[in-house]
Nanobody
Framework: QVQLVESGGGLVQTGGSLRLSCTASGSIFGLAVMAWYRQVPDKQREFVARITTSDSTTYSDSVKGRFTISRDNAKNTVFLQMNSLSPEDTAVYYC????????????WGQGTQVTVSS
């Protein structure tokens, strides 16, 4: 059974940085597309970034140039380096894993809270 565990969230001031990690178990990590999404109360989960098995990356417009997604297949871990954070980045961040094409992720972590103070 696939399990994803996020870590690295916390409280940071505007302009600060955080690095999120998501470690997968029970998966063939090297064959998986990994993504980060975020969610605030009463809103839908929002796409943040994605990295494919060939390390191709995609970002939402709101984080492009500030966030970087990367992966370490030897450690079954995907990272999200977040720089120049603003209060609008405050959310619960989730990592997702899929093997198939499309944007449906059947596997999710429990989420990690990121709070950016002004």
């Amino acid at each position: 059974q696939v399990q994803l565990v996020e870590s690295g969230g916390g409280l940071v001031q505007t302009g600060g940085s955080l690095r999120l990690s998501c470690t997968a178990s029970g998966s063939i990590f090297g064959l998986a597309v990994m993504a980060w999404y975020r969610q605030v109360p009463d809103k839908q989960r929002e796409f943040v970034a994605r990295i494919t098995t060939s390390d191709s990356t995609t970002y939402s417009d709101s984080v492009k140039g500030r966030f970087t997604i990367s992966r370490d297949n030897a450690k079954n871990t995907v990272f999200l380096q977040m720089n120049s954070l603003s209060p609008e980045d405050t959310a619960v961040y989730y990592c997702g894993l899929r093997y198939s094409a499309g944007e449906s992720y059947p596997y999710w972590g429990q989420g990690t809270q990121v709070t950016v103070s002004s």
